[in-house]
């Protein structure tokens, strides 16, 4: 006996939901947590099944609608083309066939896996069970046998048929939908990591209100949590840019909470393996122009206290390979090394960095010291050529010292002057 994936949820959906292109309400809704927005994915989902040889079948209520497709040749003058466009055909309330509005190609760039499919149609039970009833609960996935498809009064659902890809979906379920595996999290923009790669990798998994978008997929580094963002950004096809995603997710961390900035400093503290969160730029981590002066304070502290939670009071944050570290040490300070752009977004945030506990001259590398007799001769006779050309103005003859320094790519600075004090190089 053949099997079906059924999705259910409590209302009925107008029968235009899944065959006219732009029909959502749930787009009208106000309601916490509802996904939908383009009034497309039903569509998308229906096209693309029956493209697969997978055509489902829909109640509305009692409303039942199959769908198929019939051969059409399409002539613009110059070219033919043969389309096999959607048909649905209703029973139950009302008997009629339909030639729909698209065909099987459309979206198929795109709308080209049956998990975006199926993805959609618990999208929208879940949304409808949001607008119903105010939580998503009533939505129900399960694999029913061929003799349970049928209609229930006052619900809506969908059979698709089971294969080993959509059975591998349904088992995968709780990957695809926080809703069914870590409900508590719905409200939570970081997520602590808990096997929701599909595969071997553990890269960051990325979801919009719950649902799955997609696993950052061009860095192999691994992620220290997963993220669930409720303003992602996405195309018609459900999919967000590596850009915008990374945007969001800096953003996410900048203004998390103690537990997960510390359980982030410790990783920094604790290992010398990276982690994807540690490339974030500073742009995104940076302070929101929106903010208010207390809100940006209250993230200064929740970074400065995580910090000291994870690396002691006597940590200082810095780069990779900033040549100030054996100084750092030298002054009994432990040092934490990540790469520059994470440096100066936490230093946005107060985080203790070197030019904090370093002078101007240590920062530089340079070793100041009371000047030898030929230094001081040196700035004596330059002073009697300015007072000898009347430049002086009355002032009195500055103090000299002098420093050592390294090089700073292939360049030396000779001296300076600063504070009343001639600084020359030894």
């Not at 199959?66 to 466009?85: H, I, L, P, Y």
């Not at 953003?251 to 982690?275: C, N």
Request: include cysteine; proline fraction near 4%; charged fraction near 25%.
């Amino acid at each position: 006996m053949a099997a079906y994936l059924k999705i259910e949820n409590p209302g009925v959906c107008p029968p235009e939901g899944f065959t006219v292109l732009g029909v959502s309400l749930a787009n009208t809704s106000t309601n916490n947590g509802v996904i939908g927005q383009f009034g497309s994915g039903n569509k998308h989902a229906v096209a693309l099944l029956t493209r697969m040889g997978l055509s489902p079948i829909v109640f509305s209520g009692n409303l039942r609608m199959d769908f198929s497709t019939r051969q059409q040749n399409v002539s613009d003058g110059v070219a033919n083309k043969d389309f096999r466009r959607v048909v649905v055909k209703y029973s139950g309330t009302k008997n009629s066939t339909e030639d729909l509005g698209f065909v099987v190609d459309f979206g198929q760039i795109d709308w080209d896996d049956v998990d975006m499919a199926l993805r959609e149609f618990v999208s929208n039970a879940i949304d409808r069970c949001i607008r119903e009833n105010g939580d998503w609960s009533g939505a129900k996935v399960e694999v029913v046998q061929e003799a349970q498809v049928r209609a229930k009064k006052g619900y809506t659902r969908v059979f698709v048929p089971l294969t080993t890809e959509v059975l591998a979906f349904y088992n995968n379920l709780g990957k695809w939908f926080l809703h069914f595996s870590s409900p508590k999290l719905l409200d939570k923009e970081i997520l602590p990591k808990s096997n929701r790669n599909i595969g071997e990798r553990k890269a960051a998994v990325i979801y919009r209100r719950g649902v799955r978008v997609r696993e950052f997929e061009s860095s192999e580094t691994e992620s220290l949590f997963d993220y669930n963002l409720n303003s992602l950004p996405i195309d018609e096809a459900r999919k967000a840019s590596d850009w915008d995603v990374k945007h969001a997710c800096g953003k996410a961390l900048s203004k998390a909470d103690k537990p997960v900035l510390t359980a982030l400093f410790h990783r920094m503290v604790s290992s010398t393996e990276p982690v994807w969160e540690f490339n974030f730029d500073t742009y995104s981590m940076q302070p929101d122009y929106l903010e208010t002066s207390e809100q940006t304070e209250a993230k200064r502290k929740v970074w400065q206290e995580s910090f000291v939670a994870a690396a002691g009071k006597n940590a200082v944050l810095t780069t990779t390979n900033d040549r100030s570290c054996e100084r750092l040490k030298g002054k009994g300070y432990s040092v934490v090394q990540v790469p520059e752009n994470f440096v100066r977004a936490a230093t946005l945030y107060g985080v203790q960095t070197p030019s904090m506990v370093l002078t101007a001259d240590e920062l530089a590398h340079r070793d100041v010291r009371a000047a030898t007799p030929p230094f001081e001769e040196a700035v004596d006779k330059v002073w009697e050529l300015v007072c000898e050309a009347n430049l002086a103005e009355g002032k009195e003859k500055p103090p000299v010292k002098m420093f050592s320094s390294l090089s700073d790519a292939g360049a030396q600075l000779r001296g300076f002057y600063r504070d009343g004090v001639v600084y020359l190089h030894e």
